[in-house]
């Protein structure tokens, strides 16, 4: 029973520790030398996939590549981080791609504040059309 706190506390460290690694990557990558990739998003879009969504193969190799090698060893901890980094890209792919920028054709109504609050800071990020000047580059967090 230890084991199971102690993995699934792993997990729960591995989102908090992505929202931090999502914050560095979007300012000093994506708004740096990736953003040949990244000003796609920056534009005005449809529900179509845009250049910027090359980054979920980046961001989602180290999940895939923890969770099959943490499979194969046993080596839980390893399987942990990767559940984690899963579990970040699926409450980025909801939060951000779909709550904050309706993609895929869904417009949900949103009714908890953080999460008002949350789409509010991002799309203060949006009103920026370059790579410099932004401010708020948290995925799940505000300010």
């Known amino acids: 029973?230890?084991?199971?706190?102690?993995y699934i506390l792993v997990a729960l460290l591995s989102v908090v520790f992505m929202e931090i690694i999502a914050i560095l990557s979007h300012k000093y990558i994506m708004h740096g030398p990736g953003w040949?990739?990244?000003?796609?998003?920056?534009?005005?879009?449809?529900?179509?996939?845009?250049?910027n969504d090359i980054y979920f193969i980046f961001?989602?190799?180290p999940s895939v590549l923890c969770i099959v090698?943490?499979?194969?060893q046993s080596s839980y901890i390893v399987l942990s981080i990767g559940i984690g980094?899963?579990?970040y890209g699926m409450i980025y792919l909801i939060?951000?791609?779909?709550?904050?920028?309706?993609?895929?054709g869904l417009n949900i109504p949103i009714k908890i504040n953080y999460i008002k609050k949350v789409k509010k800071s991002h799309m203060r990020h949006h009103k920026c059309k370059n790579k410099h000047g932004a401010t708020?580059?948290?995925?799940?967090?505000?300010r």
């Open 136 to 142: 708020n580059f948290g995925f799940i967090t505000y």
């Open 1 to 6: 029973m230890l084991d199971l706190l102690l």
């Open 95 to 104: 939060f951000h791609d779909i709550i904050v920028h309706n993609r895929f």
């Open 59 to 61: 961001f989602s190799m």
């Open 36 to 51: 040949f990739l990244h000003k796609s998003h920056h534009t005005k879009h449809n529900d179509t996939l845009e250049l």
């Open 69 to 72: 090698y943490g499979y194969i």
């Open 85 to 87: 980094i899963l579990i």
